[in-house]
């Protein structure tokens, strides 16, 4: 559950986490606080959304090609994923 001195990382911060915590490399710690931050900031929760869409779609990691579109549609699949 939440430690004591639970500091929140911000969106810079959990931008730059996204990669590793998609492929299952974030400490234990670093993963919670992800998480953590993905629930109370819906921005990033949306950005997680569009990386989550690149990869189920080509297999890498390219933020940066992701359209308005590709980020509305990922809303459920990212749901479904966070399900499982
Ligand atoms: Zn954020």
Redesign the pocket.
């Known amino acids: 559950m939440l430690s004591l001195r639970r500091r929140d990382i911000?969106?810079q911060q959990?931008v730059e986490m996204v990669t590793d915590y998609l492929e299952g490399s974030l400490p234990r710690r670093s993963r919670r606080r992800f998480e953590a931050?993905l629930r109370a900031?819906p921005?990033?929760a949306a950005y997680i959304e569009q990386i989550k869409l690149t990869i189920e779609l080509t297999g890498t990691i390219e933020p940066e090609d992701l359209t308005p579109e590709a980020k509305a549609d990922l809303t459920e699949l990212y749901r479904r994923w966070r399900s499982e």
Do not use: G, I, S
């Open positions: 911000v969106c959990a931050h900031c921005n990033c």
